[in-house]
């Protein structure tokens, strides 16, 4: 039986009853379709895999932090490139309907560019830096990564910029960069990880002036000579010649940047590359606890095992409802996806990138279900009819409006589902017999809205069949009412005469 995943992201209350309301629904249809409810259904999952999916987030960097005034934690999440691109660049096979795929896609930003591989000086791995303009690439000299990256995951980081006391080769010189810690540096773009070029950025000028990095140039003007009056004012962007690079000078900056690529890729230190990244979604808050799996390391700005042996702040993860989606997605299974028609490109985005991110597959649902929002109005009613209101007052695709007529409709068919349940009580329901030809017309509609998705619509054949029910003397109602029971159950989860055969009267029906 497939899981039914609910995602309310930032939706208002009244939204989160509609989606709950039919998340409950599509749980009673499953168990008349599928027989009896599994407890698989369900969001739920223990704090340790919460714990141990958090860790490997923050293994492969793709975590970033916010404490807030309480003491708390905020932790954000960033998708990786591979995740982005998976969502990205999805057809029809992903199983999303087309306008979701395209809203979805809007919601990324694309650039071309290339990726850059830097050796570490000492030791195996690289950092790898995206970049879109590297035509003054010889000049660099530094790296800035941003405080969560995986290049300074075993240091502690003091607050405002730092140093990490890491070197790594410059792919085109060979030359010894310094890795900084930068806060300007945004996770969610790119590799999390920038070559600083002071001479040719202004970004990159305010930082090294900030922590006193040198100022080279790769490009100068075309009338410079060397002289003091035709020095060079940083920053220069795209302009002027190669200079000081060797075998590389008197290149324009298009020149440069064929050149230093050829040579690069040559080499297996660069890749053509389509950057698509996506703004970081939070995905919890880290809470103080006397005990727990995780671990809060102030100093080094992440989140730890609390087995790892280092002094921290024991934690536990809270509100971390859509991670608790994606650890319920087990691989190669196909979901059942609710969620409100304003999360197509909230939480239902982020979930498909969180499960490609923790399972290296992407998610491939069985249907997805989006719901138009809730119009409130001034009217005072119980949750329970509100929540019934909400999900019969319009079809899934329409804006549900809860008027007072609404509810008071709804109130209508419960009472006189009690009135028919009392009969039904003191006249047992004959099973056997078939009942009136147009009642089970109505009834098959009504099975058929059912099956569709569709509750309003399968309320709408229950409101009129009521009408037909009450009109029929007693006698004849019992061949009706067990139909009627069945379907009043799935549809607005009312209570049904004890000894009724769900499953056996759904197929008859």
């Not at 003091?158 to 996770?187: C, N």
Request: neutral net charge.
């Amino acid at each position: 039986m497939s899981r039914i995943l609910l995602l309310t992201g930032n939706a208002s209350p009244a939204d989160r009853e509609r989606c709950g309301g039919f998340l409950e629904f599509l749980r009673r249809r499953a168990g008349l379709v599928e027989g009896p409810l599994s407890s698989s259904v369900t969001t739920a999952d223990s704090s340790p895999a919460l714990s141990r999916a958090l860790l490997r987030l923050a293994g492969l960097g793709r975590l970033s932090y916010s404490g807030t005034a309480e003491g708390a934690v905020e932790v954000f999440y960033t998708p990786s490139s591979a995740a982005a691109r998976q969502v990205f660049e999805a057809g029809p096979e992903a199983g999303f309907p087309e306008p979701v795929q395209k809203k979805q896609a809007a919601a990324f930003r694309a650039s071309q560019g290339a990726l850059f591989r830097f050796p570490a000086e000492r030791g195996e791995g690289a950092v790898e830096v995206f970049i879109t303009d590297w035509s003054p690439c010889p000049a660099a000299c530094a790296i800035a990564i941003h405080r969560a990256h995986p290049f300074a995951a075993d240091l502690d980081k003091p607050e405002g910029a730092s140093f990490t006391g890491r070197y790594v080769r410059h792919p085109l010189t060979g030359d010894l960069l310094p890795v900084w810690i930068a806060d300007w540096v945004k996770p969610d773009f790119g590799t999390g990880a920038v070559l600083v070029n002071p001479a040719h950025d202004a970004t990159d000028l305010a930082f090294g002036r900030a922590v006193g990095l040198p100022i080279r140039f790769a490009l100068v003007p075309s009338n410079y000579d060397g002289s003091p009056a035709t020095w060079p004012t940083p920053p220069l962007v795209k302009t002027g010649r190669t200079v000081r690079t060797g075998p590389y000078d008197g290149l324009t900056p298009e020149e440069a940047v064929g050149r230093y690529f050829e040579v690069l890729a040559e080499r297996g230190l660069a890749q053509r590359h389509r950057d698509v990244q996506i703004e970081r979604q939070r995905i919890g808050k880290l809470v103080p606890a006397s005990a727990g799996d995780l671990l809060w390391s102030a100093s080094r700005g992440s989140v730890l095992s609390a087995a790892a042996g280092i002094q921290g702040i024991p934690s536990e993860l809270a509100e971390a409802a859509l991670l608790t989606a994606a650890l319920a997605v087990d691989p190669g299974s196909h979901p059942l996806l609710v969620c409100p028609a304003g999360e197509q490109a909230g939480d239902l985005l982020a979930l498909r990138l969180l499960v490609h991110d923790l399972t290296g597959q992407p998610l491939v649902p069985a249907a997805v279900y989006l719901l138009q929002k809730v119009q409130e109005s001034k009217v005072e009613a119980a949750p329970e009819l509100f929540r019934l209101a909400a999900l019969v007052g319009a079809p899934l695709q329409q804006v549900a409006v809860v008027k007072q007529q609404t509810v008071e409709q709804v109130q209508r068919f419960l009472k006189v589902h009690q009135e028919l349940l009392s009969a039904a009580t003191a006249t047992p329901a004959a099973e056997s017999s078939a009942p009136p030809e147009s009642i089970g017309r109505a009834y098959g509609k009504a099975k058929a809205a059912v099956l569709e998705g569709d509750p309003a619509k399968a309320f709408g054949f229950l409101q009129q069949t009521q009408k037909q029910l009450r009109d029929l003397p007693a006698e004849g109602r019992t061949s009706s009412l067990p139909g009627y029971f069945v379907l009043a159950q799935v549809v607005a989860d009312v209570a049904a005469p004890p000894d009724l055969a769900a499953g056996r009267i759904w197929e008859r029906l």
